[in-house]
């Protein structure tokens, strides 16, 4: 699996998890996390101690079906077979895609060009959903949503939608698609992309569009909560079950 070379070599994981049995994504003491699962498995098999970086932090309760985590290392290793002895040692709820060689400078949280969300709304009981769709009783107006969700496009500034004393340095993200699609009879999901995320973002925007759905504010009383800029505007966060980070873009070069 490894390579004799002294220089400083650096990873790109690819994987995907069912985040219902963990704490989010960042390690942390007395929870079981997504972070803390891959790096046992990776310091077993390559007989160290191993950190990996993510490219984001999920919450609790949040699920991936495209997360990144990059980490170092001072041999060359047999990337196939690295990722298949991963999935061997992983339990079921966590998968590994890929692994790939990238630039020593690379970094996969701060090299993203784009992240991609979806957060599945069922409107109809589905047997086989309840743990990856929040289900909703009430008739939505889907158009008026979608109204709501461009103007997102016209802004930067989203506090209004940032979890209270959470410690980002910036609000601003540049946000270059939001709308509502419906994917299948009584199944729909609202896809966002941008260049960055603040916590909670997109559960918060999702609970506030479902205000505007169900026509207890207008696009024009949504706009105005974006610029009041202050978490306590907005309507309350939806369930994490239903949020799935799908996308995560990187530039070209940064791969090997």
Not at 24 to 38: E, I, K, L
Not at 130 to 142: E, K, M, V, Y
Not at 228 to 247: C, I, K, M, W, Y
Request: contains cysteine.
């Amino acid at each position: 699996m490894e390579m004799t070379d002294r220089e400083q070599h650096r990873y790109f994981i690819y994987f995907s998890y069912d985040g219902t049995e963990y704490h989010g994504w960042q390690a942390q003491p007395n929870a079981v996390t997504v972070q803390q699962r891959m790096q046992e498995a990776l310091s077993l098999l390559l007989q160290r101690p191993v950190g990996i970086v993510g490219a984001g932090r999920t919450d609790t309760g949040v699920h991936a079906r495209m997360m990144v985590a990059h980490f170092d290392s001072e041999t060359t290793l047999d990337v196939r077979h690295l990722a298949f002895k991963m999935n061997c040692l992983l339990p079921n709820d966590i998968a590994v895609s890929r692994i790939r060689p990238v630039q020593p400078t690379a970094h996969a949280r701060f090299s993203p060009l784009s992240r991609m969300y979806r957060y599945y709304l069922a409107l109809q009981k589905d047997a086989f959903l309840p743990r990856f769709a929040c289900r909703f009783f009430i008739p939505l107006d889907f158009d008026r949503m979608n109204e709501a969700a461009g103007i997102l496009l016209h802004h930067t500034e989203y506090g209004s939608f940032c979890k209270a004393h959470s410690d980002n340095k910036t609000n601003i993200c540049h946000i270059t698609q939001a709308q509502w699609r419906q994917a299948s009879e009584g199944m729909w999901y609202f896809e966002i992309r941008a260049d960055r995320f603040l916590r909670s973002m997109v559960r918060s925007i999702v609970g506030t569009l479902l205000q505007v759905g169900k026509g207890d504010i207008t696009p024009q009383d949504f706009e105005r909560i974006i610029l009041q800029n202050t978490r306590t505007a907005a309507g309350d966060s939806v369930p994490a079950h239903g949020l799935f980070l799908e996308d995560i873009v990187y530039p070209d070069s940064i791969f090997l």
